[in-house]
């Protein structure tokens, strides 16, 4: 078993906060990403989890059992550095030999793991090179191959493939998830790039000021943030939140009452995915004028304001609406998400 | 600019070229003339009395023994000191300015300060004495204990050449950045494999200086012999001083400086041979 709890782990550099108490589990097998803003501790948690960095306080656990006074090597995982740390005195073939070389895999062994890895990610024509002659993208993919060479029971990786191409970057992500499910590994997987997050992941934790803000599954953290700052930073366009008198438990959307949660005071965040709506009539429609109609094949993108408060909106590239129109927009009520106005966070979902 | 004028970066270069050319080019011709010259005429009456000078084979012998000895522990307390010092946080910067206070000491005062260490009545036979392990002064210094003397000069030389290396080799460890190690760290290398399959052939360029450097110098080792040993323990610029101010003969004194400019000039190409650094692996 080889499942992650991380209990409650601080961490300060000096007077500053990098990791406010996260608590997370990442089950045996799970592939779960860490998604956050740069400087929000992606890294310094991965570097705790791999031994590299004392938490101020909190415990790492691995199948139940402390890891927190283990050396790294003792941790029985592998990790993908952010800056690759490929080492330059060694061939790339040393470099994804290195682990089980420390291991005192035969050379048998050592070679077939190597081709298997170096396979994968497209480096054979480099495995007789030293790393310094090859491009960032090239070391990055030895730094994957040399963490996928031990076959690891749990892989850490730090943004491993930030520096690829995007045609190449969509067929090692798909590789790598295949690999990793087939062998069951438990991956920690950090990006930046939220479409990668939400393709590859069992689970996403955002993180944000040293805070997980959310975990959940991609669709779950999509359409239900649970606070403003994870439905604005998932997504593009972000989630629309627009600050919406209650009266009566309720809160009017043309001629349409939406229910709102118990307990709240006269006035609630209303938060709107941009494609959760449909053209509708005035007045029955909510009113939204269009400041600028873009039509990007695909669909049409409509920015303008909902009760004077800026909103982005998608509909079907068929209809027509143009800059300067005020259209009426029917809400889909499964997918809207109540915020407190207070404190950003989000309500429990209403049953409609 | 300077495409339109090529001779600027000439220009600007000569007063150190000339300067090197005067001071430098010049008294070394003159050397290697007045060493393979006698009368006015090519030469090799200085070089013959050189070599069957009794002491010639003794400051031949003495000083390689010396440099043998000496360089390696150098480096390899130096490498030690770098790596102790790269793990301490606070404080770092006064360990090192301790460290390096020997830099700053000339070599004639170090072998003056061994010496009042090591002398009859030196430091050294007080502490022994006091502890009871001698009954009366031991000399340490004289003919008659050559291994004394010959550890004696060789820790000293230790004492004052170690903080040059360690300066170089801090630095080229701090070249290194600590991801690498890290990354070793994490797939199974113990702290020995990676000192030795990381962190030195990272530190090589620091290393080869280093070494070339110190052996340099210890090819030219002189004041603290002289302090210590006077001439009990010739070497080979001990012997060109006697030449040059004792006898009076400018001519064996200068083959005796082409013998050690030749030895220097041998040690550095060997080392840039044996530890050539390739700049396709470095960081
Ligand atoms: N050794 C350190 N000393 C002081 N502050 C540090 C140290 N390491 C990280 N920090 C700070 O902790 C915060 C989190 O850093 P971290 O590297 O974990 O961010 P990150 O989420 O990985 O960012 P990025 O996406 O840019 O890589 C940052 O504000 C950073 O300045
Ligand atoms: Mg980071």
């Known amino acids: 078993m080889a499942d992650i709890v991380i209990d409650r782990i601080r961490k300060s550099f000096g007077a500053f906060q990098a990791l406010k108490e996260v608590s997370l589990t990442i089950n045996d097998g799970e592939f779960v990403s860490l998604l956050g803003p740069s400087g929000c501790g992606k890294t310094t948690l991965l570097r705790i989890i791999a031994g590299l960095e004392t938490s101020t306080s909190g415990d790492v656990r691995i199948g139940d059992r402390s890891i927190i006074g283990l050396a790294p090597k003792d941790r029985g995982l592998a990790m993908v550095f952010q800056n690759y740390a490929v080492f330059p005195h060694m061939t790339v073939y040393e470099n994804v030999a290195f682990g089980l070389r420390m291991q005192k895999a035969d050379d048998a062994r050592v070679k077939a793991q190597v081709e298997k890895a170096a396979g994968l990610l497209h480096i054979e024509p480099y495995l007789d090179r030293y790393p310094n002659k090859l491009s960032g993208g090239q070391r990055q993919r030895v730094a994957v191959a040399r963490a996928l060479a031990v076959e690891p029971k749990v892989l850490l990786m730090d943004e491993p493939l930030s520096n690829l191409d995007a045609l190449l970057r969509l067929e090692m992500r798909t590789e790598l998830k295949t690999v990793l499910q087939s062998a069951g590994t438990t991956t920690i997987y950090v990006t930046h790039d939220q479409t990668e997050a939400m393709g590859l992941s069992d689970r996403i934790a955002v993180m944000h000021n040293g805070v997980v803000e959310q975990v959940g599954h991609p669709v779950e953290i999509y359409n239900h943030p649970a606070t403003r700052f994870v439905g604005g930073f998932i997504?593009?366009?972000?989630?629309?939140?627009?600050?919406?008198?209650?009266s009566n438990g309720q809160v009017a959307a043309g001629a349409e009452q939406l229910a709102v949660p118990d307990d709240v005071?006269?006035?609630?965040?209303?938060?709107?995915?941009g494609e959760a709506v449909e053209l509708a009539p005035l007045p029955q429609g909510i009113e939204m004028k269009v400041r600028v109609a873009e039509p990007m094949g695909s669909h049409l993108l409509l920015t303008g304001s909902i009760h004077d408060q800026p909103v982005r909106v998608i509909l079907p590239a068929s209809e027509t609406v143009k800059s300067g129109d005020t259209i009426g927009l029917k809400l889909d009520r499964r997918r809207?998400?109540?915020?407190?106005?207070?404190?950003?966070?989000?309500?429990?979902?209403?049953s409609a | 600019m300077t495409q339109n004028r090529p001779w600027i970066p000439y220009l600007l270069i000569l007063p150190s070229v000339a300067f090197l050319a005067l001071l430098f080019v010049v008294p070394l011709v003159q050397t290697i003339w007045l060493a393979l010259s006698d009368n006015g005429a090519p030469s090799l009456a200085n070089a013959e009395r050189m070599v069957t000078d009794i002491n010639f084979t003794r400051s031949v012998r003495n000083t390689f023994l010396l440099t043998i000895v000496v360089v390696p522990v150098q480096i390899a307390i130096a490498l030690a000191m770098g790596a102790m010092v790269s793990k301490v946080g606070r404080g770092r910067e006064t360990i090192l300015w301790i460290w390096t206070i020997p830099l700053g000491i000339s070599d004639l005062a170090a072998g003056l300060v061994w010496l009042s260490i090591l002398q009859n009545t030196g430091y050294f036979n007080s502490l022994l004495f006091s502890l009871g392990v001698i009954g009366r002064q031991a000399s340490w210094l004289s003919y008659q204990t050559p291994v004394a003397l010959f550890i004696a000069i060789a820790v000293a030389e230790i004492w004052r050449g170690t903080a040059i290396v360690m300066v170089i080799i801090v630095a080229g460890l701090n070249q290194v950045p600590k991801e690498f190690k890290e990354a070793a760290e994490i797939f199974g290398a113990g702290p020995w494999t990676r000192f030795w399959r990381i962190t030195l052939p990272l530190i090589r360029p620091a290393l080869q200086s280093a070494l070339i450097l110190r052996t340099v110098l210890a090819f030219e080792v002189f004041a603290v012999v002289y302090a210590l040993?006077?001439?009990?323990?010739?070497?080979?610029?001990?012997?060109?001083?006697?030449?040059?101010?004792?006898?009076?003969n400018y001519s064996v004194a200068a083959v005796y400086?082409?013998?050690?400019?030749?030895?220097?000039?041998?040690?550095?190409?060997?080392?840039?041979?044996a530890l050539k650094v390739d700049p396709e692996r470095l960081p």
Request: glycine content about 10%.
């Open chain 1, 265 to 273: 005071g006269n006035e609630i965040v209303l938060g709107l995915r």
């Open chain 2, 229 to 248: 040993g006077g001439r009990n323990f010739p070497v080979l610029v001990g012997e060109a001083y006697n030449w040059q101010n004792q006898n009076q």
């Open chain 2, 257 to 273: 400086a082409v013998l050690i400019m030749i030895i220097s000039l041998a040690a550095t190409l060997i080392y840039l041979k």
């Open chain 1, 235 to 246: 997504g593009n366009p972000p989630m629309n939140f627009i600050k919406v008198p209650v």
């Open chain 1, 336 to 350: 809207i998400t109540w915020l407190s106005p207070e404190s950003g966070k989000s309500f429990p979902a209403v």
